[in-house]
C-alpha cells in the first residue's frame, strides 16, 4: 500500500508578493504596465523632469483621450475575432455631421451630441448587418466603410473646415471647474483625486470580503495593504501633478469620460452574459454556438458598439480642436488597433482586456509624446512605433512556436479555469436560423 503526501505550498515573501494583483486577467497586466512605467521613468530622465510637468501630463490626457475610447471598442471587437478598419473615417464622418447640425441647423450642443452618437448606431448597425447576417468578412467591411465614410466627410464637408461653439468644445478642451477658497490646487481636481483614492480602498476590501465568502484562497492580509499604498501612492501623486497646473486647467473632461467608459466596458466585459459570449465567440466560435451563444446577436452589437465609441471619439476630437475638418481621423484606427495588441490582446481573438489596452494606449502616447520633446522627427517617431508593435505580439506568438504556452495565455489560463466551473454551461433555446453562423463563410 503506497500513499503519497503532498508538500505543503510555501508563503511568504516573494511568492505572497505575486499575488498583489491576483490571478487571471488582472496578472496579465503587469508586463506591460511596467514597462509603461519604465519608459516614463526613462522620458522622465532624458527630457529633464518635462514628462511629467503638469502642463505635459494634462495635455497628454487632451490630446490621447479619443484614440484611448477607441481602443476601448476595437479590442472587443479583437476579442470577437475581428478587425475594424473603419473607426477614423466614422469618426470624422460623425464629427462633420455634428458640426453642420450646429452651425446650419441650430441644434444645442446637447442634442448634437445625442444626434451624432445616433449617426455612430446607424453606420454600426449598417457594418454589423454586414457582418453578423450576410457573413462579409468585417476587414472587407470596413475596409469598405473606411473607403465610404472618408469620402462622405469630405463630400458632405466640401472638404472645408467647420468650426464648432465653444460650449460644445467643452467635452473636448474642458476641464473640471474650480471653486472654493484658492489654495493654489485645482479644488475640483483634488476632490475627484480622494474620490478615486477611496474607491481604490473600497474595492480591495469587498475583493477580499467576496473571496472570503466563496471560500477561495486570498492573499495575506500584509500584500493587500501593500498594493493599496502603491496604488495610493500613485492616485495621490497624479492627483497633485494634474491639480497644479495653470491657472484654468485641470483634470480634462475628456479624460472623465474616458474614465466612466474604461468603468463601465470593464464591467460589461467581466461580469455580464453579453462580455463572457464574446470571449467565447472570439475564443472558439464552434464550441460558443453550440453552448447555444446567438453568434450573429453578438457580432452585430460589437460592431454597432465599435460605431458608437468611434463617434463619440470624433466629437471630442472636434471639441478639442473647435473645427472639424477633412484631415481628421486619419490613422486613428492604426493607432487603436496597436494600442489593443500591445496591451495584450491576441491576434487570433479571444485574449484581451479593457484595462490592458488603455495601457498599451498610453505606451503609445508616452511613447509619441516623449520623442517629440526630444526633437525626434516623425519619420523616426513612426519606426519607433512600428518595432514596439512588431515587438509586443512576436514576443507572443514565438512563445507559443516554441511549445511554451503563450505569455499572454498563462496569465489567463486561471481566469479560463475559474470561469469554466463558476459559469453553467448555456443549453441552446434558439432556433437554429437564429444562433447558426452564415454556413457559406468562415469565422471573421
Do not use: C
Not at 511629467?52 to 475610447?69: M, R, W
Not at 471587437?77 to 455631421?97: E, K, N, W
Not at 499604498?229 to 485641470?250: C, D, E, K
Not at 443549453?427 to 444562433?435: A, R
Amino acid at each position: 500500500m503506497s500513499a503519497t503526501t503532498e508538500a505543503p505550498k510555501k508563503s511568504g515573501g516573494i511568492r505572497d508578493l505575486s499575488k498583489m494583483f491576483g490571478n487571471g486577467s488582472s496578472t496579465r497586466q503587469v508586463g506591460i504596465l511596467g514597462a509603461l512605467i519604465v519608459i516614463i521613468i526613462l522620458f522622465q530622465i532624458l527630457t529633464g523632469g518635462l514628462t511629467l510637468d503638469p502642463i505635459n501630463l494634462i495635455n497628454l490626457v487632451n490630446q490621447n483621450a479619443y484614440v484611448l475610447i477607441l481602443a476601448i471598442g476595437m479590442v472587443m471587437v479583437i476579442i470577437a475575432g475581428h478587425i475594424d478598419l473603419s473607426v477614423g473615417s466614422v469618426a470624422a464622418f460623425t464629427g462633420i455631421i455634428v458640426a453642420i447640425s450646429m452651425q446650419s441647423w441650430h441644434f444645442p450642443p446637447l442634442l448634437a451630441i445625442v444626434f451624432g452618437l445616433v449617426v455612430g448606431t446607424l453606420i454600426g448597425m449598417w457594418q454589423g448587418f454586414w457582418v453578423a447576417y450576410i457573413g462579409v468578412p468585417a476587414f472587407i467591411v470596413t475596409l469598405a466603410g473606411m473607403l465610404i465614410f472618408r469620402g462622405g466627410n469630405q463630400f458632405v464637408g466640401n472638404s472645408q473646415s467647420i468650426p464648432v461653439p465653444d460650449s460644445f468644445a467643452i467635452i473636448g478642451n474642458g476641464f473640471i471647474p474650480d471653486f472654493g477658497p484658492q489654495f493654489g490646487f485645482s479644488n475640483g481636481t483634488l476632490i475627484l483625486g480622494l474620490l478615486v483614492a477611496v474607491a481604490v480602498v473600497w474595492q480591495e476590501i469587498r475583493e477580499r470580503q467576496t473571496q472570503r465568502k466563496m471560500g477561495s484562497e486570498s492573499a495575506p492580509l500584509w500584500v493587500s495593504v501593500v498594493k493599496v499604498v502603491i496604488l495610493l501612492a500613485v492616485v495621490l501623486y497624479a492627483t497633485y501633478l494634474f491639480a497644479t497646473g495653470r491657472p484654468g486647467t485641470s483634470y480634462p473632461v475628456s479624460g472623465i469620460i474616458l474614465g466612466v467608459l474604461v468603468l463601465l466596458y470593464s464591467f460589461i466585459t467581466r461580469n455580464t452574459t453579453f462580455g463572457r459570449h464574446i470571449y467565447a465567440v472570439g475564443g472558439n466560435w464552434h464550441a460558443a454556438e453550440l453552448s447555444g451563444v446567438n453568434i450573429r446577436r453578438i457580432n452585430f452589437l460589437v460592431m454597432m458598439n465599435m460605431s458608437i465609441l468611434a463617434a463619440l471619439a470624433g466629437m471630442i476630437a472636434v471639441g478639442r480642436s473647435v473645427a472639424s475638418g477633412p484631415g481628421d481621423g486619419v490613422g486613428w484606427e492604426l493607432d487603436a488597433i496597436a494600442a489593443v495588441f500591445i496591451g495584450g490582446a491576441a491576434v487570433s481573438g479571444g485574449i484581451g482586456t479593457i484595462v490592458g489596452s488603455i495601457v498599451g494606449g498610453f505606451v503609445i502616447a508616452v511613447l509619441n509624446n516623449g520623442l517629440q520633446l526630444l526633437g525626434v522627427g516623425i519619420d523616426r517617431v513612426q519606426i519607433i512605433k512600428g518595432l514596439v508593435l512588431l515587438l509586443a505580439v512576436g514576443i507572443d506568438v514565438y512563445s507559443k512556436k516554441q511549445g511554451r504556452p503563450s505569455i499572454i495565455g498563462r496569465f489567463t489560463r486561471a481566469r479560463r479555469i475559474n470561469e469554466s466551473l463558476d459559469v453553467p454551461r448555456v443549453v441552446p433555446t434558439l432556433p437554429e436560423e437564429e444562433t447558426a453562423r452564415p454556413k457559406s463563410t468562415t469565422p471573421n
